[in-house]
């Protein structure tokens, strides 16, 4: 499985923005897709995930009701659809695909960080 991210930007707080994550390779070695973030000085943490094979999906609390993660399969796409930004929403984002069930870890492939900076 490869994993190539994209859809960053620069944009003022209340904006939008949605970011893709294209994969590709063995799609039957993906369980749950996540994406993640990593501000300035920060861990790496999960901000929304999904699992596909029942469609249950998580959201960290700073994120939920703004965030949706969503996917077309015809296009081999995961998007990450970011609303209402914040500037504490500023990291660089990840997408990341698992062949488990865990919404935190076990994430075996990573696509490169696509950055996003809201501004105040």
């Known amino acids: 499985v490869q994993l190539q991210a994209s859809g960053g930007g620069l944009v003022q707080a209340g904006g939008s923005l949605r970011l893709s994550c294209r994969f590709s390779?063995?799609?039957?070695?993906?369980?749950?897709m996540g994406w993640f973030r990593q501000g300035q000085g920060k861990e790496r943490d999960v901000v929304a995930s999904?699992?596909?094979?029942?469609?249950?999906?998580y959201y960290e609390d700073s994120v939920k009701g703004r965030f949706t993660i969503s996917r077309d399969n015809a296009k081999n796409l995961v998007y990450l659809q970011m609303n209402s930004l914040k500037p504490e929403d500023t990291a660089v984002y990840y997408c990341?695909?698992?062949?488990?069930?865990?919404?935190?870890?076990?994430?075996?492939?990573w696509g490169q960080g696509t950055l996003v900076t809201v501004s105040s």
């Open positions: 999904s699992r596909w094979d029942d469609g249950d999906i």
């Open positions: 390779g063995d799609k039957l070695r993906i369980y749950t």
């Open positions: 990341a695909a698992s062949p488990g069930l865990s919404y935190f870890r076990g994430y075996t492939t």
